[in-house]
């Protein structure tokens, strides 16, 4: 595609549910990135994604995320048991590859939990 | 680990003025890159501008510069003659250039810049 998709742009979930962010990478690229962005705060790293090695989950804050890359192109992150502090937006970055240094950006899932 | 410090909660600049946002970083790595993004309030974060750690000069891109004063630890972003679709959200974030598990972006916590007409 064009640029970088994210899906729902927008979601509202109540705590302990169970939610799914998609994002849909630039075509071709390789490597795909999440990142977490709460309320005046700047990003933080979640997961990455590069081919087909073993992601990087470092930056997973919790046993209830996770998130899988199928076929190498679409990504959903799970959230699991949803608590208030998950509220946020949730950005999805895919770059051509892991060297090349322009991260593309979607326009990012905004997720409250209540 | 890196670390990347912007002090500056906010700044407002007239129209038409220049304005410089801060930016300092910790490493302890010879070789990386620094970057300034914007992010309006449409969300989507935006490549202002990149510098290579082992690049002397600074970079320009047309009306943004930057001043890298690497001994300094230093990073800030000049933007010149202010527009007013220049008001957004301005991250630092440094990259590591190590290809083993350091890819990701690690920002600081952001300047607002808001342009007075």
């Known amino acids: 595609g064009a640029g970088v998709s994210q899906s729902p742009s927008n979601k509202v979930t109540e705590k302990g549910k169970d939610v799914e962010l998609r994002c849909d990478p630039i075509?071709?690229?390789?490597?795909l990135y999440w990142y977490r962005q709460s309320l005046g705060q700047g990003l933080e790293f979640l997961i990455y994604f590069q081919g087909n090695s073993a992601p990087d989950k470092s930056g997973l804050p919790s046993d209830r995320f996770s998130a899988e890359r199928t076929g190498g192109s679409v990504s959903t992150l799970t959230i699991q048991r949803t608590q208030q502090e998950d509220s946020a937006v949730y950005l999805c970055a895919s770059s051509r590859d892991s060297m090349n240094t322009e991260a593309f950006f979607g326009q990012g899932t905004r997720l409250t939990v209540v | 680990a890196q670390t990347v410090t912007q002090s500056q909660p906010e700044m407002s600049v007239q129209e038409a003025e220049t304005v410089t946002l801060s930016c300092t970083y910790d490493?302890?790595?010879?070789?990386?890159?620094l970057f300034w993004y914007k992010q309006p309030p449409s969300r989507q974060m935006i490549l202002v501008i990149r510098?290579?750690?082992?690049?002397?000069q600074n970079a320009t891109e047309n009306r943004f510069s930057v001043n890298f004063q690497k001994a300094a630890k230093s990073f800030s972003l000049k933007i010149s003659d202010s527009q007013l679709g220049d008001a957004a959200m301005y991250f630092c974030a440094y990259r590591s250039t190590i290809i083993q598990g350091a890819q990701k972006l690690v920002f600081g916590q952001g300047t607002r810049l808001t342009i007075n007409p």
């Open positions: 490493t302890s790595e010879s070789d990386y890159y």
């Open positions: 510098q290579e750690a082992y690049k002397q």
């Open positions: 075509s071709g690229h390789t490597a």
